[in-house]
């Protein structure tokens, strides 16, 4: 009898030391054995014949029913894990936001319980939760007891003030000095918000809301509002020693900040999204380009090809998606007005086949960059590693087999988002999950969720931070 419970044969296997032909064994929840034809007597075993056999993907920026814009977004724990499950994202980090009450804020505490109740009873597939510092006072005397409950990011917005959400200078360097002192990481949304409110303000007119419609969106928000910001921050990193992590990076400008930056070994990392990486922002002249508002906004082509670069080369480190899906109906409160869209769009089920089709197939980025951005760099650099994010013996079962050139369009009627549109509809997509294994479960088969809400764990961290 085999030693395994079930047994991956026949696939290409991306592991950290390269790819290979090889068998996966698992037991329970973990992985056992890697190696040439494995014993598979009396194991389920899963034919990867033909196929890409890589570690389940970490979608590191997610927001899951998040009360935003006047509205909540649309996908939660039920819809949005299993949106991730069948794009082979077996782990998810999502961000706990503490509200601004009546006489005062949230505590971290109060927003971790917050989020752990949209979690429970629906999730498929692993999470944690970023700590979202939104009112410094309040907020600073609480991050160690997080870090004692299992937190190890923070992260604060340069922008959203009308969310109560805005976090100035003296809170991102009190910030970046605790997590020094905690080894923990500061994760940044970086957009310079007095310039940027002034551009609003001076485009916010009848006339000129008629005439660009959902483009001042893109024209409030040239891309030294992002690149300044960043600039800002990574110095602020730079005097502290804190570790900084750039969310949802955007421009070719603030690319260029990151090398430079890391090239003085300022402990600054970057994330980009994959709709930064696929399309410009020659959609907001679309008469459904409204759709498309996020912050920061879709930018133009160099800069997609400066963030390819950027991965390749090494200064970008992990792609997510900044998953925060609102429907047509949540889209249209817009009315003509840019400055009322509910910023944000789905992502979980597109991120590994978007960033294989456009990074792989059109060889920008290797196979083995793409799990390096999806699965190694984000386990690490959150604190889930060893853990998650690598097929080696003893961690998690997670898995996600692919095949290489088989493409699907991509089509909402035919996904697990609750959005009824899709930034990439009509694409022909590669790389979504045949197979998806959480901690050796199977949860997708033949393309299909077949795993129960509910079964995915919270994942509690220890540390975080730097490591390239
Ligand atoms: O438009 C976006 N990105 N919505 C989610 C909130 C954020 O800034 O990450
Ligand atoms: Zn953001
Ligand atoms: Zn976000």
């Not at 299993?82 to 794009?87: D, L, N, T």
Request: charged share 25%; with cysteine.
């Amino acid at each position: 009898m085999s030693n395994f419970d079930k047994v991956i044969k026949g696939g290409k296997v991306v592991t950290p030391q390269g790819v290979t032909k090889a068998d996966v064994g698992i037991r329970g929840e973990k992985i056992a054995a890697i190696g040439e034809s494995l014993d598979s007597t009396g194991a389920q075993v899963i034919n990867a014949t033909g196929h890409i056999v890589m570690p389940g993907v970490l979608d590191v920026h997610v927001h899951l029913e998040l009360p935003f814009c006047g509205t909540v977004s649309s996908d939660d724990y039920n819809t949005g894990t299993r949106a991730g499950a069948r794009g082979g994202v077996t782990t998810l980090i999502d961000f706990a936001i503490p509200y601004r009450r009546e006489g005062g804020y949230d505590s971290l505490s109060e927003a971790a319980d917050n989020w752990h109740k949209k979690a429970e009873g629906k999730a498929l597939i692993d999470y944690t939760f970023h700590m979202c510092i939104t009112n410094w006072d309040t907020h600073q005397k609480q991050i160690a007891g997080m870090v004692d409950r299992g937190f190890s990011t923070f992260k604060e917005f340069m922008i959203y003030e009308s969310e109560g959400w805005q976090s100035d200078d003296r809170a991102l360097y009190g910030t970046l000095e605790k997590m020094k002192d905690l080894g923990t990481m500061l994760l940044v949304h970086a957009e310079s918000s007095r310039v940027l409110d002034e551009l609003i303000a001076r485009y916010h007119t009848a006339p000129l809301m008629k005439k660009y419609k959902a483009q001042l969106h893109a024209i409030t928000r040239p891309n030294y509002i992002e690149a300044e910001a960043i600039q800002r921050a990574a110095k602020w990193c730079e005097v502290t020693g804190g570790s900084l992590y750039i969310v949802h990076m955007s421009t070719a400008e603030g690319t260029e900040i990151i090398k430079e930056a890391q090239s003085r070994n300022v402990p600054v990392l970057a994330e980009t999204c994959a709709q930064y990486l696929v399309l410009d922002d020659s959609v907001f002249k679309r008469p459904d380009g409204h759709l498309f508002a996020c912050c920061p906004q879709l930018k133009k082509k160099p800069d997609i090809e400066r963030l390819w670069k950027g991965l390749a080369d090494g200064e970008v480190s992990v792609v997510s998606t900044d998953t925060c899906s609102f429907t047509k109906k949540q889209k249209a409160m817009w009315k003509g007005d840019w400055t009322k869209i509910p910023m944000g769009m789905p992502g979980l089920e597109t991120l590994l086949p978007s960033v294989y089709t456009f990074g792989v197939l059109k060889k920008r980025i290797t196979l083995e960059q793409l799990v390096e951005k999806l699965c190694y760099n984000p386990a690490r650099i959150m604190g889930l590693a060893p853990r998650k994010g690598q097929i080696q013996v003893g961690s998690d079962a997670d898995i996600a087999i692919i095949h290489p050139t088989k493409k699907f369009k991509v089509d909402p009627k035919t996904m697990e988002t609750n959005a009824d549109w899709n930034p990439f509809e009509g694409m022909e997509l590669a790389g979504f999950s045949r197979t998806t294994l959480s901690r050796g479960d199977v949860i997708v088969d033949d393309y299909k969720v077949v795993g129960k809400a509910g079964r995915g764990q919270w994942l509690p961290r220890k540390t975080a931070g730097l490591s390239r």
